[in-house]
């Protein structure tokens, strides 16, 4: 039951993050992406800088329609670990268009009290020699 669950989740996650950063999503879109997030979260990116949550919430929200043609493809979601309310996924994440580049990542998600799953932690690295220009 929880592969498809941390699927699920990953998948919206892009799915919100893809429409924010393209402008396909109203600005009230962002309390989504931001409220997916507990307050310890950290990212390392694929270029090595590591985020904190607030880092990262005000990087994105200043993203807003800076890609309109971005898509973003997430693919080979896998549950790697489980322990009470802790899961481990990895993940290949394409951003289709103009540059675009691919990245494997490692996510740690955490059940939320009231229901559904929240981030903790992000790990990205890039794909060598692997690009997606579709536009």
Do not use: K
Not at 15 to 37: C, I, K, N, Y
Not at 66 to 86: K, N
């Amino acid at each position: 039951m929880s592969e498809p669950e941390a699927r699920a989740e990953v998948e919206r996650q892009h799915r919100v993050l893809e429409g924010w950063l393209s402008g396909s999503l109203p600005r009230t879109a962002f309390g989504e992406f931001a409220d997916a997030h507990e307050p310890e979260f950290t990212l390392v990116g694929a270029d090595g800088v590591v985020l904190g949550r607030e880092e990262l919430l005000a990087a994105v929200e200043r993203g807003y329609g800076a890609a309109p043609d971005l898509r973003i493809a997430v693919s080979e979601v896998r549950l790697v670990a489980e322990a009470g309310p802790v899961l481990v996924v990895t993940f290949l994440e394409r951003h289709e268009g103009a540059g675009g580049r691919a990245r494997r990542a490692t996510a740690v998600l955490v059940r939320a009290p009231g229901g559904g799953l929240r981030w903790r932690h992000l790990q990205e690295t890039w794909v060598a020699g692997q690009r997606w220009n579709t536009a």
